[in-house]
């Protein structure tokens, strides 16, 4: 292809799969390497107002200065402004305890999109190319995934956009040599320690010498995927619809109508990707189906609950270990539950409240400092109305408590004893009687 076709290709991309508004500015992900050159003169010469945005990682010493100064010169070569920022890249990935490469990838797309805010740019345009997402499906495949793994990298995601998509390497480097522009070439590319880099270097080549139209096979193939996958989305959103309800932040799956469906364990994957659940687990998952209550499994961030006919799903949210004191004189606390404290004399016509979330107590039997702290085995109390004491653990299995709601639990004490389980019930020890002249009223927001 000539310059023309090249620049033509684009264009129409960008019409029918992008649209991308020329009257309002585009940050462009300048690197200095061959694809953001391309990217950075191909946007200008379209007509869109660009501004070059350049990340150092300081990952490559030297390198990595020769190469922000490298973007800097383009971007003056191209008449567009130029920003740029330096990163303590392997801090933040100890810090998060993630890998350099993920580090690299969330300190960039963070700036990126704080500088699109300040600039009120339209998109972040970045120059992944169609080789890009060939090596993203075989990475994708070679990890295990669903099938919008197999799709590739997509045109549009928020305010990200990619517009060389169209083009292959060799494209652009045509089009570089070309229009005579130079590039940078980072050495780690050229290095295989890398899963991705191994595939461009040695599997995909390999791949070649059996079908030499491989990396245009593997577009098509990933474009008929999406496709699919559009109907496949359609379909399985109106099934979990029908088999899932949302609870006070919960949701509940149930199971007898998941086991129903045409496949159960695709169906699941997709209820449980977005909590963090991996395919791995599913297995394990369906076999809780038919265990008894109360077991559970973990993700990252959520909790997964075998509870009679459901699997429920949450946020962890566990019981806090802290105990906090609570001086005489205090009306009010917000941590770790909100609680507010009235004293009140007596009187004929004070009723006591029937409402879990307030406690009543005789003020007289109360002695201060009190606490709260989290439930823990082996805790006792007498519960309202009776007169022996009982396990906390055998007054949540008999009030069928959900693990979630015991994590949560927590209990007030005074001397060392439990006088309300924080929203549930009181103590008989500390009632009120017909002695009582003064009352502690306690109001929890659960």
């Not at 079908?211 to 577009?219: G, Q």
């Not at 009723?351 to 039997?365: H, S």
């Amino acid at each position: 292809m000539d310059l023309s076709e090249i620049t033509l290709r684009v264009k129409q991309f960008i019409d029918s799969r992008i649209q991308l508004d020329k009257t309002m500015p585009v940050l462009i992900g300048l690197s200095g390497g061959a694809d953001s050159v391309a990217l950075s003169d191909i946007l200008v010469t379209l007509g869109y107002r660009c501004i070059a945005c350049h990340c150092n990682f300081q990952l490559r010493g030297d390198e990595a200065e020769r190469d922000m100064v490298f973007a800097r010169d383009m971007a003056q070569t191209l008449n567009i402004p130029f920003r740029s920022v330096r990163f303590d890249t392997e801090m933040y990935a100890s810090q998060k305890h993630i890998s350099i490469e993920m580090a690299c990838r969330e300190l960039r797309y963070e700036w990126f999109e704080e500088q699109r805010k300040k600039i009120g740019a339209g998109a972040i345009a970045i120059a992944h190319h169609r080789d890009d997402s060939v090596e993203t499906v075989l990475l994708n495949l070679i990890r295990g995934t669903g099938i919008s793994g197999l799709t590739g990298i997509h045109p549009v995601n928020g305010y990200i956009v990619r517009p060389l998509l169209c083009l292959s390497r060799k494209d652009i480097e045509s089009y570089l040599s070309l229009r005579g522009l130079p590039y940078i070439t980072d050495r780690t590319n050229k290095e295989d320690i890398y899963v991705r880099n191994k595939i461009r270097l040695q599997v995909l080549p390999l791949l070649e010498s059996i079908n030499p139209s491989v990396y245009a096979t593997i577009e098509r193939t990933a474009s008929n995927l999406y496709e699919t996958e559009q109907l496949y989305r359609f379909a399985i959103s109106s099934i979990i619809d029908e088999i899932t309800e949302h609870k006070d932040n919960e949701l509940h799956i149930e199971i007898s109508r998941l086991f129903a469906s045409p496949s159960p364990r695709t169906l699941l994957f997709e209820i449980l990707r977005p909590f963090g659940f991996l395919p791995v687990q599913l297995d394990e998952i369906l076999r809780m189906a038919s265990a008894i209550s109360g077991k559970y499994i973990l993700s990252g961030t959520h909790i997964l609950l075998k509870d009679r006919g459901f699997f429920i799903v949450k946020e962890k949210d566990v019981c806090k270990n802290d105990v906090v004191v609570i001086s005489e004189n205090v009306l009010k606390i917000s941590y770790p539950v909100k609680l507010e404290f009235s004293r009140i004399n007596r009187t004929s016509e004070y009723e006591i409240p029937k409402d879990a979330c307030i406690a009543v107590f005789d003020a007289d039997k109360v002695s201060f400092p009190l606490m709260i702290r989290c439930w823990k085995e082996g805790d006792r109390f007498i519960p309202f109305g009776m007169k022996g004491s009982r396990k906390l653990s055998d007054y949540f299995r008999d009030k069928k408590f959900t693990l979630y709601q015991k994590q949560k639990a927590y209990v007030l004490l005074s001397k060392n004893e439990i006088i309300w389980v924080i929203g549930e019930r009181t103590s008989d020890k500390f009632r009120v009687d017909g002695k009582t002249t003064h009352i502690l009223e306690i109001k929890c927001e659960k």
